[in-house]
Nanobody
Framework: QVQLVESGGGLVQAGGSLRLSCAASGRTFSTSAMGWFRQAPGKERALIAAISGTFVTTYTYYADSVKGRFTISRDNVKNTVYLQMNSLKPEDTAVYYC??????????????WGQGTQVTVSS
C-alpha cells in the first residue's frame, strides 16, 4: 500500500523560505523517480520539481516558475524527498504534493497522492 505524507508547509512572508518533506512508502523508493506537484485554487495540479531514482547519476528537473529558487533532494535511507523553497513569492501559494512518477522519461504521476501540505506566501 503506497503512502505519501507531506509536511513542512505554513505561512511565510514573501522572500522567505520553507522546507517541505515527504515520507514515502509502499514502493521501492531508491530507484523511483519522485516529484513535487502544486495546486493553487482554480488551477490544475502541476509538476514543479522532480528527481530521478538513484543509479549512477541523479537527475533533477524544475519548472521554469521555480528554477533557481527551489531545490529537490532525496534521502534513500529515510525514504524521504525534500523541497527546499527559497525566495518565496505570493504566486507560490498552493497545496504541495509529492508522489511517485512513472519514470524519468515520462514525468507524469503514477496516481498516488497524499493529503498535501498548504503553503501560503503573504505579500
Amino acid at each position: 500500500q503506497v503512502q505519501l505524507v507531506e509536511s513542512g508547509g505554513g505561512l511565510v512572508q514573501a522572500g522567505g523560505s520553507l522546507r517541505l518533506s515527504c515520507a514515502a512508502s509502499g514502493r521501492t523508493f531508491s530507484t523511483s523517480a519522485m516529484g513535487w506537484f502544486r495546486q493553487a485554487p482554480g488551477k490544475e495540479r502541476a509538476l514543479i520539481a522532480a528527481i530521478s531514482g538513484t543509479f549512477v547519476t541523479t537527475y533533477t528537473y524544475y519548472a521554469d516558475s521555480v528554477k533557481g529558487r527551489f531545490t529537490i533532494s532525496r534521502d534513500n535511507v529515510k525514504n524521504t524527498v525534500y523541497l527546499q523553497m527559497n525566495s518565496l513569492k505570493p504566486e507560490d501559494t498552493a497545496v504541495y504534493y509529492c508522489t511517485f512518477l512513472k519514470g524519468w522519461g515520462d514525468r507524469s504521476a503514477l496516481g498516488y497522492w497524499g493529503q498535501g501540505t498548504q503553503v501560503t506566501v503573504s505579500s
